[in-house]
C-alpha cells in the first residue's frame, strides 16, 4: 500500500462524491412557485457516504483484490466446464431430454397460476434466443434489430385475429412467414455490412418498425395497440367461459369439466412447450447440416469461405431470414398468450434481452441459450423489490460474466464426426 | 484438342498511385505445374487476388477454359474450378479438422432444408459421402488421427497440408498455391513436393505455385514465370530460367 495508491484511492473517492452528491443527494421539488432544487433525505445521504467508503477502499486494495481475481479467473478457463457434444454422450442426452420434456409436462400440474404463466413468458424467450443464437451466435452477424421481427410476427396474428378472425393455428405459420419475408427483404440490402455496421443498421430498422406500428394508427391502433387477440384453441375447442359465436365448442362443455380459467393458462403454456420443442428440433437439425456449418465457417472466415465456393450473401440471408421466421413464431405466440399488443412491447430494450441471452448462455449453445432465457426471465420477476435498479444489475451480470466467463455459461464443444478409422 | 487452362493477359492491377502487377501475361495447360516467382513485392499474391476474383483487374483478360471470367465474383470462379489457398493459412480455426473438409464440399452435399430436417436416406447418403471423401484426404496427409481436433490447434505444416486438402475437396481443375512451403521444415517441403506432383500426375489437375523455395520450385516446375516489381520479367523452364541472365541478376543474384 504505497503513498501513490492512496493518493488514487483519495481522487477517486472525491471523484465518486462529486458525482453521487449531484446525483443522489439533490432533488427537483414541484413548488407552487415553480421547481426548487432541495437535498435528498438522509438515507441517501447515508448510502452515498458508504459508496464513498467503498470506493476508497477497493482502490486502496486495488492490487490485491485483482491478483484474486486474475487468480479465479485463469482458474475459470483451466477447468472451463464445456457441454459435451451429443454425439459424444448419447444416453446422457437422451436422458436429460426425457427428464426435461417429463418437467415441462408435469409442471403446469404442481406449479401455480401465476408460475405456468411466468414459464410461458420463459418459454417464448427461450424461442427468441434460439432464433438471434443462429443469426449472431452462429452466422456471426450482429442483429440488435431483432426485436422487429418479433413484432411483425405478433402485429401479424393480431391483425389478422382482429380484422379477418383468423385462428392462432393458421396465422402462426403466416407470421412465421412474413416474418421471415420482412428478414429477406431487411437482410438484403444490409448483408453487405459487416460488424458495427451491421449492428446499427439493424438497430434502426428495429426501431422503424416499432415507429411505423406506432403511427399506421387505422391498422395497428397506434400507441393503444390491439387488444382482446384470442387465445389458441384445440382443435377448434375455445377455452373461454361463454362461446364466441353460435357454432364454437367450449373445452370444458366438451370434456363435461366445470370452467375454470387455468385450463386455458395451461393450455396456452403447453403450446408454448409443443413450439419450443419444435424450435430445438429444428436448429439441432440446421447445426448438422451443411448450411448450418456455412453458417459457422462464414463467421470464422469470409474470404476463405468465398474462395471454396461459398456464396456469402446467400448463406447470410438464409441466417438472417431462419432467425426472423422464429422471431416471427414467437411474436404470434406472444400476441396470443397477452392478449394484448402495442409498439410499447417491442422497444430495443428487448433486443437487448435477446441479445444478453445469447451473449450469456454462450455463442451457438442452445443448452446455454435456454438456461440463460430462464435465468433473464425469471430473476427480474424475483427482483422485483429492485424495480429501479434491475437494469444495474443487469448490466453488473454483464460486466462479470465477461470477465469470468467470457465463453458464456454453457459454451458446447463441437460435434464429433464418426470417421471410418477412428 | 484444345488443352488450355488458363490464358491470362494484360493484367493489371492499380493500387491509387501504385502498379501492383503491370501487363502481366500467364498461359496454363492441362496437367501442368506452373510457379511464379519474383521478390516479395513483386505482386504475385496480387496476381492472385486478380485471378481468383478478389480484386477486379483494373485492365487485361483471364480466359479460363475458353471463358473471361475477370468480372465474375470469388465464389463464382471458385465454382468453376479455379481454387486457392493464402499466403497466411485461412482454415476455419474453431472448427474441426473434418468440419473444415465438409464445408468446403457444400455444393456436392444434399442443401435441401427438409431433406436435412428429416435426414432422409439421400440426405444421409450425400454426407456419408463426404465424410469418406474427407477421410480419404485426411489419410493422404496424415492427419485422420486427427479428424474430430479443432483445425486451429494443429501444427503449422498440418494446417497448410489442410489447407491443400480443403481446396481438393471442391474438385478444382486449377489450384493455386501462394507460398505453400512458407514456414515448413526441410522434410515437409520434400512431402510437400510429393503432394503437389501427385495432385498433377494422379488427380489430373494443374497447379499455379507462388513460392520461394528455389529448390522445390526448380525441381517440379514445368515452367515458370518471373515477376520483378510487377512487370514480367522472363518465363521459360527452369533450365531457361536459371541461366537467364536478366532474372539472375534481379532476382537469384540475391542468393
Ligand atoms: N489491397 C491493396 N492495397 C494497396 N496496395 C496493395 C494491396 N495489395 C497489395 N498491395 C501492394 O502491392 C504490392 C504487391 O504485393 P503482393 O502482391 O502482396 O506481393 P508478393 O505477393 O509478390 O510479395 C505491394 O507493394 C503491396 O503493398
Ligand atoms: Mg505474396
Redesign the pocket.
Known amino acids: 500500500m504505497s503513498k501513490s495508491s492512496f493518493i488514487d484511492a483519495l481522487i477517486a473517492s472525491v471523484v465518486m462524491l462529486i458525482l453521487t452528491s449531484w446525483l443522489l443527494g439533490l432533488q427537483l421539488d414541484n413548488q407552487p412557485d415553480g421547481l426548487r432544487i432541495i437535498l435528498n433525505d438522509a438515507a441517501h445521504t447515508t448510502w452515498v457516504i458508504v459508496g464513498v467508503v467503498l470506493v476508497f477502499f477497493t482502490q486502496l486494495f486495488k492490487a490485491p483484490i485483482s491478483r484474486v481475481f486474475s487468480g479465479i479467473k485463469s482458474k475459470g478457463q483451466d477447468s472451463g466446464f464445456k457441454l459435451p457434444a451429443p454425439e459424444e454422450k448419447p444416453t446422457l442426452y437422451r436422458f436429460l431430454t426425457i427428464a426435461a420434456l417429463a418437467g415441462l409436462l408435469i409442471w403446469p400440474f404442481v406449479a401455480s397460476r401465476g408460475a405456468v404463466d411466468l414459464a410461458t413468458l420463459t418459454l417464448i424467450y427461450v424461442m427468441l434466443g434460439l432464433g438471434l443464437n443462429v443469426v449472431v451466435g452462429l452466422a456471426g452477424l450482429l442483429d440488435l434489430g431483432y426485436v422487429g421481427f418479433y413484432a411483425v410476427g405478433a402485429y401479424t396474428y393480431g391483425i389478422l385475429n382482429t380484422y379477418f378472425g383468423v385462428g392462432f393455428w393458421t396465422a402462426l405459420p403466416i407470421a412465421g412467414c412474413l416474418a421471415a419475408l420482412f428478414g429477406f427483404l431487411l437482410g438484403f440490402p444490409v448483408l453487405r455490412l459487416r460488424g458495427d455496421y451491421l449492428a446499427i443498421v439493424t438497430l434502426g430498422f428495429g426501431e422503424i418498425i416499432r415507429i411505423m406500428l406506432n403511427n399506421m394508427t387505422e391498422v395497428t391502433g397506434g400507441p393503444n395497440g390491439i387488444s382482446q387477440i384470442d387465445k389458441p384453441t384445440l382443435f377448434g375447442l375455445e377455452f373461454n367461459r361463454r362461446a364466441s359465436s353460435d357454432e364454437a365448442t367450449l373445452f370444458h362443455d366438451f370434456f363435461g369439466l366445470d370452467y375454470s380459467s387455468n385450463y386455458k393458462v395451461i393450455f396456452v403454456y403447453l403450446a408454448a412447450v409443443l413450439l419450443v420443442v419444435l424450435t430445438v428440433f429444428v436448429i439441432n437439425r440446421l447445426l448438422r447440416m451443411p448450411i448450418g456449418r456455412a453458417w459457422e465457417a462464414l463467421r470464422e472466415d469470409e474470404i476463405a469461405c468465398r474462395s471454396l465456393g461459398l456464396n456469402p450473401t446467400i448463406i447470410k440471408l438464409s441466417a438472417f431470414t431462419i432467425g426472423a421466421a422464429f422471431a416471427g413464431f414467437a411474436g404470434s405466440f406472444f400476441a396470443a398468450r397477452q392478449g394484448f399488443i402495442s409498439p410499447e412491447s417491442f422497444t430495443f430494450i428487448e433486443s437487448a434481452i435477446i441479445l444478453a441471452i445469447v451473449v450469456l448462455g454462450g455463442m451457438g449453445s442452445q443448452v446455454g441459450v435456454i438456461l440463460a432465457a430462464i435465468i433473464m426471465t425469471i430473476l427480474p420477476e424475483m427482483a422485483r423489490e429492485f424495480n429501479e435498479y434491475r437494469m444495474l444489475m443487469f448490466g453488473l451480470m454483464m460486466v462479470f460474466m465477461m470477465i469470468w466467463r467470457p465463453q458464456g455459461l454453457l459454451p458446447m464443444t463441437r460435434p464429433k464426426m464418426e470417421m471410418r478409422n477412428g | 484438342m484444345d488443352n488450355k487452362l488458363l490464358e491470362v493477359s494484360g493484367l493489371t ?1 492499380r ?2 498511385g ?1 502498379l ?2 503491370n501487363n502481366v501475361a500467364l498461359e496454363v495447360n492441362d496437367q501442368e505445374i506452373i510457379s511464379v516467382i ?12 486478380c485471378l481468383t476474383g478478389f ?1 477486379q483487374p483494373t485492365a487485361g483478360q483471364v480466359i479460363y477454359r475458353g471463358e473471361p471470367v475477370q468480372q465474375l465474383p470469388g465464389h463464382v470462379i471458385s465454382r468453376k474450378g479455379m481454387v486457392r489457398t493464402f ?1 497466411h493459412v485461412r482454415l476455419f480455426k474453431e472448427m474441426t479438422v473434418v468440419e473444415n473438409l465438409l464445408v468446403a464440399q457444400h455444393r456436392h452435399l444434399n442443401t435441401s432444408f427438409l431433406a436435412g430436417l428429416f435426414k432422409t436416406k439421400s440426405f444421409k447418403k450425400a454426407e456419408a459421402e463426404g465424410i469418406e471423401r474427407a477421410a480419404n484426404w485426411l489419410d493422404r496427409i496424415g492427419l485422420a488421427e486427427f479428424a474430430n481436433r479443432q483445425a486451429g490447434n494443429l501444427a503449422y505444416g498440418q494446417q497448410r497440408r489442410l489447407e491443400i486438402a480443403r481446396c481438393m475437396m471442391t474438385q478444382p481443375s486449377l489450384l493455386m498455391l ?2 505453400p512451403a512458407a514456414g515448413l521444415n526441410p522434410a515437409e517441403t520434400d512431402e510437400l513436393d510429393e503432394l503437389i506432383v501427385e495432385l498433377r500426375d494422379q488427380h489430373k489437375i494443374s497447379i499455379l505455385l ?1 513460392e520461394h523455395d528455389m529448390k522445390l520450385v526448380m525441381g517440379i516446375s514445368d515452367r515458370i514465370y518471373v ?1 520483378n516489381q ?1 512487370c514480367p520479367l522472363a518465363n521459360g523452364t527452369p533450365k531457361e530460367i536459371q541461366s537467364n541472365p536478366d532474372v539472375i541478376k534481379a532476382y537469384l543474384g540475391e542468393f
Do not use: H, R
Open positions: 492491377m493500387f491509387g501504385l501492383a502487377v519474383g521478390p516479395n513485392g513483386a505482386g504475385k499474391t496480387t496476381v492472385f487476388n480484386y499466403q501462394d507460398e507462388i515477376v510487377g
